[in-house]
Nanobody, 122 residues
Framework: QLVESGGGVVQAGGSLRLSCTASGRTFSNNAVGWFRRAPGKEREFVAGISWNGSITRYIDSVKGRFTISRDNAKNTVYLQMNSLKPGDTAVYYC?????????????????WGQGTQVTVSS
């Protein structure tokens, strides 16, 4: 089971840090991704990290603003979000990949969290 936390309401330009913690199982050998679903839109890949943190991937719209990282000793993956924009408003989900390298399509992710709401006001 994956559990996200850290969502909330923030003004544009502000920051939030999301956490994704695995319970009952470890994902230290798996890539982990963050996805989001905005109202009326399809779920989209946001960022992904390899099993050891050496490889990261981001969508263009968050490059330079978001940073994904992980602490395998704590079984936790983080998404640091800076310079937030109203367009970042969405429910954010973390997911554990079937493999060790991050992919951008949701079909390769096996376990999902319940999501955490991020709202950015203008």
């Amino acid at each position: 089971q994956l559990v996200e936390s850290g969502g909330g309401v923030v003004q544009a330009g502000g920051s939030l840090r999301l956490s994704c913690t695995a319970s009952g199982r470890t994902f230290s050998n798996n890539a982990v991704g963050w996805f989001r679903r905005a109202p009326g839109k399809e779920r989209e890949f946001v960022a992904g990290i390899s099993w050891n943190g050496s490889i990261t991937r981001y969508i263009d719209s968050v490059k330079g603003r978001f940073t994904i990282s992980r602490d395998n000793a704590k079984n936790t993956v983080y998404l640091q979000m800076n310079s937030l924009k109203p367009g970042d408003t969405a429910v954010y989900y973390c997911a554990s990949n079937r493999h060790s390298l991050p992919t951008t399509t949701s079909d390769m992710y096996r376990y999902w969290g319940q999501g955490t709401q991020v709202t950015v006001s203008s």
